[in-house]
């Protein structure tokens, strides 16, 4: 299957490394990337490197079947449109995005429209085929608590409008209470996953968002609790940061070549 990368960062290179070995059995024919550094780096990983695409119009012209999103939420604003209209399925790793009250409803009009698929990975956490399970039944709360050392937090909208010092923070501190789609709103590039957690569950509106800045942490972790008719759960993930980018954990951009994998694969577990 030919596919087309958007985003050539931390994820994106991941991703085209499992390409290039054949581990993912995809043919990259185009990388876009707003940096040209970023393309370039891609580009060298392959034999026969996918071409620098200049635009995501010539993406949406070209007769590719998937088109992998590891860019920004931004990027997904504007491109998910042109890409889902001609047919193609979307994997989307800035799955923000859909917090954003009526792009889940739009994005879906779409592909029903055209026949395309989008598929969104698990992130840094896991239980989400649970909570969706449990979401066939009534679910009465879920919620997901992150802690995370204050470096990985810093330039966030929410800590820059409300003017946080996170600097010589000498203990863990509760810097952000609300839903998912208002945790997606002040800090776009760290809990994307609440988002994820939201649309497997009860919506990203009903699902509750703690963000937790502790200096006594390395680690990004994030700790889902799910209570409704089925019960009760909670699942519980320490994540590296990636070397890298201290906002994305190493699990993420796993998970991103896991669904890859999957798509992939004619027989799909879980
Ligand atoms: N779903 C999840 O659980 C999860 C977890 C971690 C990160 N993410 C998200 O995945 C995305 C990629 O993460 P990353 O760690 O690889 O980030 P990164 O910063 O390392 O890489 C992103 C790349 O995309 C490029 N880019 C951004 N917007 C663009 C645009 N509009 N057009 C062209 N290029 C653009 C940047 O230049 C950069 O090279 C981010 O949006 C991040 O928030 C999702």
């Given at each position: 299957m030919d596919a087309a990368l958007v985003g050539c960062g931390f994820i994106g290179s991941l991703i085209a490394k499992h390409i290039s070995t054949g581990e993912i059995p995809l043919r990259l024919r185009y990388a876009l990337d707003r940096n040209p550094e970023k393309v370039e780096r891609v580009q060298a990983l392959f034999d026969k490197p996918p071409a620098a695409a200049e635009s995501i119009d010539e993406i949406a012209e070209s007769d590719v079947k998937l088109v992998i999103e590891a860019a920004s939420i931004e990027a997904v604003h504007s491109f998910a449109k042109p890409i889902l209209s001609t047919g193609k399925d979307m994997m989307i790793m800035?799955?923000?995005?859909?917090?954003?009250?009526?792009v889940y409803k739009t994005v879906e009009e779409i592909c029903l429209r055209s026949g395309a698929h989008v598929y969104l990975p698990s992130g840094a956490i896991g239980g989400l085929d649970a909570v969706s399970a449990a979401s066939v039944g009534r679910l009465e709360l879920v919620e997901m608590r992150t802690i995370k050392n204050p470096r990985s937090l810093e330039g966030a909208p929410y800590i820059e409008d409300n003017k946080?010092?996170?600097?010589?923070?000498k203990k863990a501190r509760e810097i952000f209470s609300g839903t998912a789609t208002e945790a997606i709103a002040g800090f776009p590039a760290n809990v994307n996953v609440a988002a994820t957690l939201g649309l497997a569950g009860i919506g990203v509106l009903e699902t509750r968002v703690k963000i937790i800045a502790d200096p006594g942490v390395e680690r990004n972790i994030h700790e889902i609790r799910a209570k409704g008719d089925f019960g009760e759960l909670t699942f519980r993930t320490e994540n590296l940061p990636a070397p890298d980018n201290?906002?994305?954990?190493l699990l993420a951009a796993l998970s991103a070549v896991a669904m890859l994998k999957k798509i992939t694969s004619p027989i799909k577990i879980g």
């Open positions: 800035s799955v923000g995005a859909f917090a954003t009250p009526g946080i010092n996170l600097e010589g923070l201290p906002r994305t954990s």
